[in-house]
């Protein structure tokens, strides 16, 4: 069964605006807690405060600890310095997130995170199997495929056909022993739709369940997703 990873970053974006319990991290990791959620990532960046003290994050909750990393080698540096459980190397550049290899940066980041005992490394990429084959060629541990184009159909054939690719992608990953989680515009639908074809390590939700988080409490539309996931 998949676990949750809930995403901190638009969590965090809106606490530059607004001022409200569920901005603070320390607050979204109490209610991701009780809730029963099993992972909680966010991006390596100068704006994510007390999520620096991995220490203290640790003291309040076994989930486990994701840092999303730009493909470069301080920012990669720095995130390892604070021992997350894994890392993900990302494009933000990248109208998903994912990254584009072969590539001579992301083998040099690879090669480096790889060895770090205790840390998991993973990339994010794009649901094709060439780049597939590629991630497992570098020996990584996980990879995350982007779903953000599943959310960019309205239409039904082009919804199932995107749906279909990324299911043979995790399919043809999981046949060869790579760990695989999702994640990318994530919303109640996509996930039903995800969940019922798919076993995946982490599905990760981040700006629907904050949406809906304005909309219900946050407790309330953590356990809904939570739910929807456990029912297979």
């Known amino acids: 069964m998949p676990n949750l990873e809930v995403n901190f970053d638009p969590f965090i974006a809106l606490g530059k605006i ?10 979204l ?6 809730v029963g959620a099993a992972g909680i990532s966010f991006t390596m960046g100068p704006e994510i405060g007390h999520l620096n003290n991995l220490a203290l994050l640790r003291s309040m909750s076994s989930c486990r600890i994701n840092i999303r990393v730009p ?11 604070l021992q997350p459980d894994i890392i993900t190397i990302i494009d933000p550049e990248s109208d998903n997130c994912a990254v584009q290899i072969p590539s001579k ?11 770090i005992e205790n840390m998991g490394v993973a990339v994010r ?14 020996g990584l541990d996980e990879v995350e495929i982007a779903t953000d184009e599943l959310a960019r159909h309205d239409q039904q054939t082009p919804f199932l056909k995107c749906l279909e690719k990324i299911t043979h992608t ?20 996509l996930i039903k ?16 369940l904050l949406s809906q988080s304005l909309m219900w409490g946050f407790e309330a539309a953590l356990k809904e997703l939570i739910e929807i996931i456990e029912i297979r």
């Not at 607004?18 to 607050?27: F, G, W």
């Open 18 to 27: 607004a001022n409200s319990p569920i901005t603070n991290p320390l607050n």
């Open 29 to 34: 990791l109490n209610f991701v807690e009780s």
């Open 71 to 81: 493909a470069n080698m301080q920012t990669l540096q720095k995130a390892v310095l």
């Open 105 to 115: 940066i992301i083998k040099e980041l690879v090669g480096i995170a790889i060895n």
């Open 125 to 138: 990429l794009k649901p094709d199997v060439r780049q597939l084959k590629e991630a497992y060629q570098l």
């Open 170 to 189: 995790i399919h043809v990953g999981s046949r060869n022993n790579l760990r695989i989680s999702v994640g990318g515009q994530l919303n109640r639908r």
């Open 193 to 208: 739709s995800l969940n019922e074809v798919i076993d995946v390590e982490f599905i990760s939700v981040g700006k629907a």
